[in-house]
T-cell receptor, first 112, second 113 residues
Framework: KQEVTQIPAALSVPEGENLVLNCSFT??????LQWFRQDPGKGLTSLLL?????REQTSGRLNASLDKSSGRSTLYIAASQPGDSATYLC???????????FGKGTKLSVKP | EAQVTQNPRYLITVTGKKLTVTCSQN?????MSWYRQDPGLGLRQIYY???????DKGDVPEGYKVSRKEKRNFPLILESPSPNQTSLYFC????????????FGEGSWLTVV
């Protein structure tokens, strides 16, 4: 059964720093991997979707990579800003289409 | 505007009183899903639907029912709510079940006393 793990659970950095969030998954037979952002008390917003045939995706200051062979994905945030403070979650599909498994998230705090 | 709309957003109810949380999307998506989010346990999938009249259990389906009679709606039914179903619930949709961006509703805070 697919398991998704995110390390660290929380991260605090000063503004302007580049940072990397990690996501690992146990079953490499994934359709895709998605990164989401969640603000306190709010729903999730999709940030990046990497298809299984892709190695990375970029959107603005965000870059996500996917290495299926090692079961890992990373989310790189360049030049972090206080507005980036949120919880970041990754998700991969489980054994069947539609069964989406989430990591527990990394809570990011960017200090001015 | 693309939206996933859940109602109610906040609800306090009593043990055993049947309730329904509605979910509607305006994007003509085939795939819809329900999750619950609990501290320390993260987001867990309850049920999902790949299309009309097609539903499947997620990881924590016990105590819940769903139906998908029309494409835009996917209600979550708690036939006899219990306190351990107190949680934050999210509905989500995407074009298909595996290859597309997923859109989430704003969440429904449910407390069962």
């Amino acid at each position: 059964k697919q398991e998704v793990t995110q390390i660290p659970a929380a991260l605090s950095v000063p503004e302007g720093e580049n940072l990397v969030l990690n996501c690992s998954f146990t079953d490499s037979a994934i359709y895709n991997l998605q990164w989401f952002r969640q603000d306190p008390g709010k729903g999730l917003t999709s940030l990046l979707l990497i298809q299984s045939s892709q190695r990375e995706q970029t959107s603005g200051r965000l870059n996500a990579s996917l290495d299926k062979s090692s079961g890992r994905s990373t989310l790189y945030i360049a030049a972090s800003q206080p507005g980036d403070s949120a919880t970041y979650l990754c998700a991969a599909y489980g054994g069947s289409q539609g069964n989406l498994i989430f990591g527990k998230g990394t809570k990011l705090s960017v200090k001015p | 505007e693309a939206q996933v709309t859940q109602n109610p957003r906040y609800l306090i109810t009593v043990t055993g009183k049947k309730l329904t949380v509605t979910c509607s999307q305006n994007m003509n998506h085939e795939y819809m899903s329900w999750y619950r989010q609990d501290p320390g346990l993260g987001l867990r999938q309850i049920y999902y639907s790949m299309n009309v009249e097609v539903t499947d259990k997620g990881d924590v389906p016990e105590g819940y029912k769903v139906s998908r009679k029309e494409k835009r709606n996917f209600p979550l039914i708690l036939e006899s709510p219990s306190p351990n179903q107190t949680s934050l619930y999210f509905c989500a949709s995407s074009l298909t079940g595996s290859g597309n961006t997923i859109y989430f509703g704003e969440g429904s805070w449910l407390t069962v006393v």
